[in-house]
């Protein structure tokens, strides 16, 4: 590509722990990755990838087989796109400390989130996930270790009496932890440079972190994901962590997943804001300050929460934000470019993308996915909290009581009707699309948080009235057919 870009690597982050992609469907977008300008992806397994022996229990019921694993590599490497693996190895350990066979390594008894740094088998539980998920990678430059928003560290048993001691904090116990993970790398994968988040760094003080020896063995990702990101104050952080010994940094930016834990498509002007400052930041340092750059596209805020925008529905804003890179801004030629690869005849940097806009893989979901999210619950909340006839007629104190002018039932079943069946058309062919990208389980789960609702609510009000316009049936004559009636 002609264009310059402060950042070299710029890699999509696959976030598998909620509604994880089928392999057929990342070998249609992997070639959209590679023609927008990425040139790697950051894979986070979580509970997909197939962990064997004591670990086989981390899997989830739809876990990619170490055959989908090659195959997902193989159409990486057709598409140029690097792999670099992520594996939680401290915080966010929800997915493994929920495990009854795992719960005595949380550091707070209640909480799965955080792995207790105290056990020797905690680091080798680490150990065991870093070796099967390494295995499954053997080009792998790098290894994501996670180590982000490290919960209650420092909170439990262990950690209390360890830290009464003189001198101990928990930073210190947060970089012991870290040196350790990334020791076991570097012995065990020695052509693997460790990657860790860099949440936990940031505020502790120089002198410790220069003396830890996690410089040395560890690459920070500095992330941040908001709109009005303080380019300054992470210029004298990058200035900070060279003087600490940290030889290269990484910049993590968001194209989803980073706006709310129930968001269903991405507000495309915050993630162009976003990388707008990211640019702003490189471009206050010398050239190749920053190895990298990595847009997440978070799938979940936590392995417990509810789904957030699917990865169709990211696409146009993964699209402009990549090209925002690749021209330094986001110029007309980057927006007929993103235009032209999508197939849409106008990406509004306002709006969610119109509906039946778009030719790429999954464009479809992304349309029928703002319908619903747009229009679904409005159009039935002003129909049950809007239409007069509803509010004045069959109140949930007439429907209670089974009460209504007989001659209201013809002003409100025909609406109601209308708008099920309009909507039941257009989530059929929703849960077809969904199908074809996505697993039964979170074609599941999107469905009933999304969808089923607002349709319920229908259908509840649509059974109310059928059973009031119902005449009642005459009394049975107390016979032996009304003794057996419940």
């Known amino acids: 590509m002609s264009v310059s870009t402060p950042f070299k690597m710029r890699l999509v982050h696959l976030d598998l722990k909620g509604?994880?992609?089928?392999?057929?469907?990342?070998?249609?977008?992997?070639?959209?990755?590679?023609?927008?300008?990425?040139?790697?992806?950051?894979?986070?397994?979580?509970?997909?990838f197939p962990y064997e022996g004591p670990l086989r229990l981390l899997r989830a019921k739809y876990a990619y087989s170490?055959?989908?694993?090659?195959?997902?590599?193989?159409?990486?490497?057709?598409?140029?796109?690097?792999?670099?693996?992520?594996?939680q190895t401290f915080g966010h350990m929800e997915f493994v400390l929920k495990h009854a066979a795992f719960a005595h390594?949380?550091?707070?008894?209640?909480?799965?989130?955080?792995?207790?740094?105290?056990?020797?088998?905690?680091?080798?539980?680490?150990?065991?996930?870093?070796?099967?998920?390494?295995?499954?990678?053997?080009?792998?430059?790098?290894?994501?270790?996670?180590?982000?928003?490290?919960?209650?560290l420092g909170e439990g048993e262990a950690s209390?009496?360890?830290?009464?001691?003189?001198?101990?904090?928990?930073?210190?116990?947060?970089?012991s932890h870290m040196r350790a993970v990334a020791s076991h790398v570097q012995t065990r994968h020695p052509s693997v440079t460790p990657l860790v988040w860099d949440d936990m760094l940031r505020d502790l003080p120089e002198d410790q972190l220069a003396a830890s020896g996690v410089p040395q063995l560890v690459e920070p990702v500095l992330w941040d994901y908001a709109a009005d990101l303080d380019v300054h104050g992470k210029v004298l952080l990058m200035q900070k962590y060279w003087r600490c010994g940290f030889p290269r940094l990484w910049a993590a930016s968001a194209f989803k997943g980073a706006t709310g834990p129930s968001q269903a498509v991405p507000p495309i002007k915050h993630h162009l804001k976003n990388h707008v400052q990211w640019l702003q930041v490189a471009?206050?340092?010398?050239?190749?300050?920053?190895?990298?750059?990595?847009?997440?596209g978070w799938q979940r805020y936590d392995?417990?929460?509810?789904?957030?925008?699917?990865?169709?529905?990211?696409?146009?804003?993964?699209?402009?934000?990549?090209?925002l890179l690749l021209h330094g801004g986001f110029d007309g030629d980057a927006k007929a470019k993103v235009e032209n690869l999508l197939g849409i005849s106008n990406l509004e940097m306002m709006d969610p993308v119109r509906e039946g806009a778009g030719s790429f893989p999954g464009s479809n979901i992304l349309a029928l996915v703002t319908q619903v999210s747009l229009h679904l619950r409005s159009s039935v909340d002003a129909l049950l909290e809007g239409n007069t006839y509803v509010i004045g007629w069959f109140s949930p104190y007439h429907r209670r009581r089974k009460l209504i002018h007989p001659v209201m039932?013809?002003?409100?079943?025909?609406?109601?009707?209308?708008?099920?069946?309009?909507?039941?058309?257009?989530?059929?062919?929703?849960?077809?699309?969904?199908?074809?990208?996505?697993?039964?389980?979170a074609v599941e789960e999107w469905l009933e948080e999304n969808v089923h609702p607002s349709l319920q609510r229908l259908q509840a009000l649509l059974q109310d009235l059928s059973e009031v316009a119902t005449p009642p049936s005459p009394p049975t004559s107390p016979g032996r057919d009304a003794a057996q009636d419940p």
């Open 409 to 441: 039932v013809q002003h409100i079943q025909p609406a109601a009707l209308s708008l099920l069946a309009q909507w039941s058309t257009l989530v059929q062919e929703l849960e077809v699309a969904l199908q074809l990208a996505f697993y039964p389980d």
């Open 105 to 152: 390594l949380r550091e707070v008894g209640p909480f799965p989130c955080t792995l207790n740094p105290h056990e020797a088998e905690s680091l080798a539980l680490v150990g065991a996930m870093i070796d099967q998920v390494l295995e499954l990678h053997p080009g792998a430059r790098w290894l994501h270790v996670g180590c982000d928003e490290v919960y209650y």
């Open 283 to 296: 471009g206050s340092r010398p050239t190749d300050s920053l190895q990298g750059i990595i847009l997440t």
């Open 19 to 48: 509604a994880p992609p089928k392999v057929s469907y990342l070998s249609e977008i992997f070639p959209l990755f590679r023609a927008l300008g990425a040139n790697g992806l950051l894979i986070e397994y979580e509970d997909m």
């Open 66 to 87: 170490p055959s989908e694993i090659k195959e997902i590599l193989h159409l990486a490497g057709l598409n140029e796109l690097e792999v670099i693996p992520l594996v």
């Open 303 to 323: 392995h417990f929460s509810v789904l957030c925008e699917l990865l169709p529905a990211g696409v146009p804003s993964l699209a402009a934000c990549l090209q």
């Open 160 to 175: 209390r009496r360890w830290l009464q001691q003189e001198q101990n904090s928990t930073g210190k116990l947060c970089l």
